[in-house]
């Protein structure tokens, strides 16, 4: 079992940052890719990004457009979610997720954390 724990979410202005963290812990954390997923009432899970083991590989939902970087700190059993330039529409809870393939499908991951909310204001 992996458990995963997000803290960071918050209320920020529009064009604001945020930094999401998600803590890891359990089997070894360090051999599952891990994700980063959005989701707001009454919308399916959207994926926002996603990160190797080793951190060589990231990928980003396409609405991301260079605002969020996705990192993480094996050393620590933590993955970030640096967000920038927020928008309204950037308001959703925000869950981790780790996953043994590097992907941007929800049902691809095992395990999930129970989410952060961030609301961007106008």
């Known amino acids: 079992q992996v458990q995963l724990v997000e803290s960071g979410g918050g209320l920020v202005q529009a064009g604001g940052s945020l930094r999401l963290s998600c803590a890891a812990s359990?089997?070894?954390?360090?051999?599952?890719?891990m994700g980063w997923f959005r989701q707001t009432p009454g919308k399916e899970r959207e994926f926002v990004a996603a990160?190797?083991?080793?951190?060589?590989?990231?990928t980003y939902g396409n609405f991301v457009k260079g605002r969020f970087t996705i990192s993480r700190d094996n050393a620590k059993n933590t993955v970030y979610l640096q967000m920038n330039s927020l928008k309204p529409e950037d308001t959703a809870v925000y869950y981790c997720a780790a996953a043994t393939r590097v992907s941007q499908f929800s049902t691809h991951y095992n395990y999930w954390g129970q989410g952060t909310r961030v609301t961007v204001s106008s």
């Open positions: 359990g089997r070894t954390v360090v051999n599952y890719h």
């Open positions: 990160i190797s083991w080793s951190g060589g590989l990231t």
